[in-house]
């Protein structure tokens, strides 16, 4: 029974897969229709011309006039060589453009998917699957137009020797069934050995990418060597599933080398007994020599099938991320509202453990308000469910009334906006990391939001200021943060949620930025991740957080309680706030 149930899925991923390298071949789009008219035109010249030069050879002998005929193969020459040319620009424009938007389709979905969702997915990995097996998938098309190119002529050249001959055609379709018997055995093996080749290959860049992400760690920990032998563990089954598939094409090549001569020896020795005796012409005996090349051409079709195995194999990996299943997203606008935040009976399991039972807690419109509590007591959690980073098992979390799983996803995050620990900086210079999601921002606007997260002076300070590329902005911890600050700042109408931002900055900056929090951003809701007290003391209310909700009051009430000191790691003796 479970064998059967890992060969039923393994039957609908490559269904999957399947759609997928159709959606491909649309997604060429005209130019994916121009490769099929000049592949078509090059079949229809390749296949008519060794007729056309046996009638020629045919009035040579005969002492008629060969001019049309000469003619006649000369144009046909020409249009193969035409065609060839617009063949090969067509099928590249067409690669592009199934690739450009398999990418974009990939990348929309997985953005779409929501934090939890993503974060089941290894970045490496998913990098793989977008940037090289979107490219082998967006080779179908031609791929799919070229094999079939490469097995019309094929069947055009036997249907030629039936007209020409039957017993040139009976003798040719006697090897057929063999062959097409090993074309069929080798697809199987080939598409085997691709999928585990892709699957590892994408293991391999998983650990690479995760490797890079700790380098210091690692030139710390002095376990370069170790890390090396980890990260290219997977290429000893890379190498083997490759020489699977190259053994795979060599013995079909070699399978082919043995049988297809057999076969044009068997059918030119029956042309030559017909000739004769009469039954076919010198011309006729030349054409179907040419017949039989082309006969035999259906050989030629194992290359683009072989390309076709490795399409089939990445297009499966892409398929299994569109088939994860993305966030609901819903279509609600907003209405006027100070962000009020509303959590109603959430109740939260992550990690085998329950973070949240039925928490009900209300944030009012424009406080600021400091979530406090020891590791591991949902403070992030809570940061994250109250501007959908994360979805409750149960219940529903409110802004002003209207439930964020029925907000347009651009009105949520044009309403609610994030500043992180660690933060990841978008774009291509320093203006775009502080603009991104805000693409009406000016540049008055992002100069503004940088000197409210104190990120102005040292941004200015860089070799082209704002237009300095990222790449030559070597930021240290603190000022990267204060650049995501930037970006939250401009970018959060109603709410603003930071979580733990403080950890990076030194306490003058934290002190400067929490009067912007206190000053110029009071017209919306702030919601701060605290681990310093000074912090909690400068909110107009804290959220304790110990086992769920422990209390919702200000500082000051609550720092007499010696857990809640405890929280900050702080047991004060005459039990003064720190501020």
């Known amino acids: 029974m479970i064998a059967h149930t890992g060969l039923d899925q393994r039957d609908a991923d490559r269904r999957a897969a399947d759609r997928l390298l159709v959606r491909a071949l649309r997604n060429g789009g005209v130019w994916t229709g121009a490769l099929a008219v000049t592949s078509l035109v090059s079949v229809v010249a390749e296949t008519a011309l060794p007729a056309v030069l046996g009638k020629a050879v045919d009035a040579v002998l005969r002492g008629d006039d060969t001019a049309t005929w000469a003619a006649s193969a000369g144009l046909l020459i020409g249009i193969a060589m035409i065609t060839d040319a617009v063949d090969d620009f067509a099928a590249g424009v067409s690669i592009a453009r199934s690739t450009a938007r398999l990418r974009h389709a990939v990348l929309r979905h997985v953005t779409a998917m929501g934090a939890p969702a993503v974060r089941r997915l290894v970045p490496g990995d998913l990098a793989s699957r977008l940037v090289g097996n979107a490219a082998e998938t967006g080779r179908a098309g031609p791929d799919v137009i070229w094999a079939v190119a490469g097995i019309v002529p094929a069947l055009g050249g036997i249907v030629a020797l039936a007209l020409i001959d039957p017993w040139l055609c009976l003798t040719f379709l006697v090897g057929v069934p063999v062959l097409v018997l090993l074309m069929r055995a080798f697809v199987r093996d080939a598409s085997d050995a691709a999928e585990r080749y892709l699957k590892v290959q994408g293991e391999l860049a998983g650990r690479l990418v995760d490797a890079l992400a700790g380098a210091r760690t690692i030139a710390a920990a002095r376990t370069a060597d170790a890390e090396t032998r980890r990260v290219l563990a997977p290429l000893r089954d890379m190498h083997r599933h490759g020489v699977g598939m190259w053994r795979a094409l060599g013995r079909i090549n070699v399978q082919e080398a043995l049988l297809l001569p057999l076969l044009e020896v068997a059918v030119l020795a029956v042309a030559g007994l017909e000739l004769i005796r009469g039954r076919i012409t010198p011309g006729e005996m030349l054409a179907a020599a040419q017949y039989v090349v082309l006969g035999a051409g259906l050989g030629q079709a194992v290359q683009s099938l072989a390309r076709l195995t490795r399409s089939r194999a990445a297009a499966g990996r892409l398929a299994a991320v569109l088939n994860e299943a993305p966030a609901p997203a819903g279509a609600e606008r907003l209405p006027p509202g100070p962000g009020r935040l509303e959590f109603r009976a959430v109740a939260v399991r992550a990690g085998g453990r329950q973070v949240f039972d039925r928490l009900d807690l209300v944030v009012p419109g424009g406080a600021l308000v400091a979530v406090v509590g020891r590791s591991g007591s949902g403070k992030s959690m809570l940061a994250a469910l109250a501007g959908r980073l994360a979805d409750p098992d149960e219940g529903e979390v409110r802004l002003d009334g209207v ?28 203006a775009d990391a502080i603009g991104s999601g805000a693409p009406e921002a000016t540049a008055d606007d992002v100069a503004a939001s940088a ?120 047991d004060r003796a005459d039990g003064s706030p720190d501020r």
Do not use: C
């Open 403 to 430: 439930p964020l799983v029925l907000l347009d996803p651009g009105e949520l995050r044009r309403a609610v906006a994030y500043g992180f620990e660690r933060p990841v900086l978008f774009g291509d210079t320093v």
């Open 451 to 570: 000197r409210a997260a104190r990120a102005d002076a040292f941004v200015r300070r860089l070799p082209r200021g704002y237009r300095t590329p990222l790449t030559a902005a070597p930021m240290s911890g603190g000022q990267a943060q204060r650049v995501g600050l930037a970006r939250a700042f401009l970018q959060g109408r109603r709410v603003l949620i930071l979580d733990d931002v403080a950890a990076s900055l030194d306490t003058l900056t934290e002190h400067q930025i929490t009067r912007v929090l206190t000053g110029p951003l009071a017209d919306r809701t702030r919601i701060v991740v605290a681990h310093r007290a000074s912090i909690a003391a400068r909110a107009d209310t804290v959220v304790w957080l110990d086992d769920g909700l422990r209390a919702m009051a200000p500082h000051h009430l609550l720092w007499n309680d010696p857990d809640y000191r405890a929280a900050f790691g702080a």
